[in-house]
């Protein structure tokens, strides 16, 4: 159990598109969803968290309008990068946790590969 | 406020050899402790926790770790590495009241050497 499907797991597009990525958990109603940025050799970058039918929270220096979340149900999170450019580029990655007071792992997608050319 | 150190951020093992990969962990309050995997241009793979149960985890792939709070220590063990062992691994953690929110380390990269 606690699969967690992200989409498309690559993406090369041009300056200024915009670029819409995908998180599902599959198997289990996620009350919480991150989005996370991890540039090479490096640790995983928090960028926000969304609580379903919630405003998403974001960490400080991360552009929310640059960076759109929208957690529309338990099972679905999306993140929009408006207006890429090349220093976009970089590895997203998600995970979705179950409710409770604590303890609850966070269960990953596979990533998303965004190169902006 | 959380954090955590994950010592060495290279460590190398021969095939068959003990995997030992250190986390230490500080934190105000008590701590859920978390290790993942991640292979290249992959998520990370949840290896096992602690929530404060059994201080001695078992997880998957032979892999387990013990809550040492008086060492604020969470140290990865498995007794006999394997080449599909290689991969980088992350120590993590979080509280009650933190929303599942997780505080990483900087990773060890294990590599398995014949």
């Known amino acids: 159990g606690a699969v967690v499907s992200q989409h498309p797991s690559r993406v090369i597009c041009k300056s200024g598109t915009s670029v819409k990525i995908e998180c599902r958990s599959l198997?289990?109603?996620?009350?919480?969803m991150f989005w996370y940025r991890q540039f090479p050799k490096q640790s995983l970058m928090l960028m926000a968290t969304s609580n379903e039918g919630s405003k998403a929270t974001y960490e400080q220096g991360v552009e929310k309008d640059k960076f759109l979340i929208n957690h529309a149900s338990l099972t679905l999170s999306t993140l929009t990068v408006t207006s890429a450019h090349p220093e976009d580029s970089s590895f997203y990655i998600c995970?979705?946790?179950?409710?409770?007071?604590?303890?609850?792992?966070?269960?990953f997608g596979d990533g998303t590969r965004l190169s902006i050319l | 406020a959380q954090s955590v150190t994950q010592l060495g951020s290279h460590v190398s093992v021969s095939e068959g050899a003990l995997v030992l990969l250190r986390c230490n962990y500080s934190?105000?309050?008590?701590?859920?402790l978390f290790w993942y995997v991640q292979y290249p241009n992959q998520g990370l793979q949840l290896l096992l926790k602690?929530?404060?149960?059994?201080?001695l985890v078992k997880g998957i792939n032979g892999f387990e770790a013990e809550f040492k709070k008086s060492e604020t220590s969470f140290h990865l063990t498995k007794p006999s590495a394997h080449m599909s062992d290689a991969a980088e691994y992350f120590c993590?953690?979080?509280?009650?009241?933190?929303?599942?929110?997780?505080?990483f380390g900087t990773g060890t990269q294990l590599k398995v050497e014949l």
């Open positions: 993590a953690v979080s509280y009650t009241g933190g929303g599942n929110k997780l505080t």
């Open positions: 934190s105000s309050v008590p701590p859920y």
């Open positions: 198997d289990f109603q996620a009350t919480t």
């Open positions: 995970s979705a946790s179950r409710g409770g007071q604590g303890g609850q792992p966070q269960h």
């Open positions: 602690y929530t404060s149960a059994a201080t």
